[in-house]
């Protein structure tokens, strides 16, 4: 029986054309640091990669600034970010982040609150509505923050923020805004630029490239001040020094110029398909969904009243088909959707949530596949 891939979310499959770019690229020899002809082939490899990233977000090749992935990327900008616009710039020991980010962000942030500042430092959650948008305050309620970070799209709702807003008003408090665009870059238009966006984080995996490379869009305006996290040679501008992984970041360039190709078409089909899964789920007695207004294509949150937390459960029971019950980060963890709690503070809505996530390559009959399994699954459960 054909086992159906429904958690494009977590991770979606590497391309054919990111594979084979870094299947070429792996097999060149030389270090993109050392300065004979296999170095340099490699190295014009990786500016052709920042290029192509770049173009993706609307950015120049010089903003684009590799790492590991979406993490680092997330640590980097809210550590460095903070100490820039804090100890260096002298704005107040406060930084305030959306209370559905992503773990990388609301650990990072709670971290650098207590090693920057000189001991003052403090964490400000942004409110979330029901619906799952983190709403703009008036100009009079915008927290007195020296940084600010708001992701593009929640990866377990699939809704999108305003974040050109955020942006916005962030500076008008003279702050730095940082948003994390790891779930939506490559599925829907970003643009950095338009969006005032002073620090953005990406990641390969999430746009169907490699696992274990990502980047981080630094402002052009602020890079020369803009602190490292780690030191050693002269590698990305001196800014993350360490030999450049030049296959993964190739196949990343690859994979986000593929995406910017065939993001209006994959976008088209895939949303089709999830409506049609979300409306034969919600059919069910005491379904109900999660994300109000513009959310990402693929992402369906759907909560099973009555099942509680027998979710992990749920998902063992399902037939051929691979799916989650929130982020791929929290594997394991029992707790209910802390993102969904923020929205609602329903914890029988939270711990009987299933995150539904399709992509390039689910068909129409994985969406009916994925539709019967989850029937099914809720059907033996509440049926005991």
């Known amino acids: 029986m054909k086992t159906v891939y429904a958690d494009y979310a977590a991770s979606a499959p590497i391309s054919e054309r990111a594979l084979a770019v870094f299947e070429e690229t792996a097999r060149m020899p030389g270090n993109p640091s050392s300065l004979h002809e296999a170095g340099q082939a490699a190295a014009d490899r990786i500016e052709k990669a920042r290029a192509q990233v770049a173009a993706l977000i609307g950015a120049d090749p010089e903003e684009i600034f590799f790492t590991s992935g979406g993490t680092e990327s997330d640590n980097w900008a809210v550590f460095s970010g903070f100490r820039l616009a804090c100890e260096i710039r002298g704005g107040p020991p406060v930084l305030a982040v959306s209370a559905i980010e992503h773990d990388a962000v609301l650990k990072s942030a709670a971290e650098a609150a207590g090693r920057i500042g000189n001991g003052e430092g403090k964490l400000v959650l942004l409110p979330v509505s029901e619906g799952g948008v983190v709403p703009v305050p008036r100009e ?23 974040v050109g807003e ?3 008003v962030s500076h008008v408090r003279g702050a730095l805004f940082h948003t994390d665009a790891v779930q939506a870059a490559g599925q829907i238009p970003v643009n950095a630029k338009e969006t005032e ?42 800014k993350r020094p360490g030999t450049v992984p030049a296959a993964l970041i190739a196949a990343f360039g690859e994979a986000a110029e593929e995406s910017a190709e065939k993001m209006e078409e994959d976008a088209r089909r895939i949303s089709a398909l999830r409506d049609f899964v979300e409306a034969e789920l919600l059919s069910l007695p005491g379904t109900v969904r999660s ?32 799916l989650s019950a929130g982020s791929a980060c929290h594997a394991g963890n029992e707790e209910p959707s802390r993102v969904l709690l923020s929205m609602t503070g329903d914890r029988d809505r939270a711990s009987s949530a299933l995150r539904i996530s399709l992509g390039r390559e689910t068909t129409e009959e994985d969406a009916r596949a994925v539709i019967r399994a989850v029937k099914d699954a809720i059907e033996r459960i509440r049926n005991g």
């Open 166 to 168: 955020w942006a916005r």
């Open 291 to 322: 994300g109000e207004g513009e959310r990402l294509p693929g992402i369906a949150n759907l909560s099973f009243r009555g099942v509680g937390g027998e979710a992990a459960s749920l998902l063992c029971g399902l037939a051929g088909v691979m």
């Open 197 to 238: 966006a002073d620090l953005m984080s990406l990641s390969a995996h999430k746009l169907h490239g490699p696992v274990g490379v990502g980047a981080l869009f630094v402002r052009r305006e602020i890079a020369g001040e803009f602190p490292n996290r780690t030191f050693g040679g002269g590698q990305e501008g001196g």
């Open 140 to 162: 009079e309620e915008i927290p007195r923050a020296s940084f600010f970070s708001v992701m593009t799209a929640n990866n377990e709702t699939g809704v999108v923020q305003p």
